[in-house]
Structure formats: C-alpha cells, structure tokens
C-alpha cells in the first residue's frame, strides 16, 4: 500500500503579506529615488554640453559660462538649480562645480542626499 504525503507546500498568509510589504517600501523608495536619479543624470549632462560648447566658442568667460548653464536649466525646468551651480577661473581654465542635497523619505526617518559634480574647462 502506498502512502501518500498531504502536507500542503507554498506560502502562508503572513509570509505572502511580508512580501507584499517589502515590495511595497521597495516601490516606495523607488518612486523617490528614480527623480533624483535622472535630476542628478541631468546635471551631469548640462555640465558635458558647457564643456563641449566652450571648445567651440572658447572666447566666454565666467559670464558666458554661467549664462549657457543658466540657458540649459531653463530648457530642462530645472531653475531651482541655478544657485547650486558655481563657476571659477582657474588660470587660463574654469572649474564648474554643482552641489546640491534632496532628501530621501525613509518612513522611520529622512536620509540627506548630497549630490556634488565638477569638471574642468579648459
């Protein structure tokens, strides 16, 4: 005679509601996370395209610098940023630095983001 094994295999209703609640805060911390992601994605490129415009037009200074920074922020919507943004002469070179925090919702507390990115111009 055979015996057959009747335990039942798969998962409970608390371990299928601690997964839930997992992906949850995983989805949670994405959905903040991704916007600073591609914000600081952005900033990157803005910093490439003013570099590589000063090699064509290497006759603006620290004005036209900012300037192209400034432009490049409009057309991304990005104003809140332009103070984040400075701009220094470096000898006969520009050194373009952007600094700026966000905040990252934990639920059991705010984690300080600090977001910092230079390049040199030659």
């Known amino acids: 005679m055979q015996t057959k094994d009747n335990r039942q295999t798969g ?8 997964l839930l609640a997992v992906l949850a805060y995983a989805i949670f911390l994405g959905v903040q996370w991704v916007p600073q992601l591609l914000e600081s994605g952005t900033v990157t490129s803005i910093l490439n395209n003013v570099k590589e415009n000063y090699r064509i037009d290497t006759d603006t200074g620290v004005g036209g610098i900012e300037s192209a920074i400034a432009k490049q922020l409009d057309v991304n919507s990005m104003l809140d940023l332009q103070d984040s943004f400075s701009v220094k ?14 905040e990252l919702n934990l639920l059991f507390g705010k984690k300080s983001l600090k977001y910092e990115k230079k390049i040199a111009v030659p």
């Open 11 to 18: 998962g409970s209703v608390i371990g299928n509601i601690f």
């Open 89 to 102: 002469q470096n000898g006969k070179s520009y050194l373009v630095t952007s600094s700026y925090e966000r």
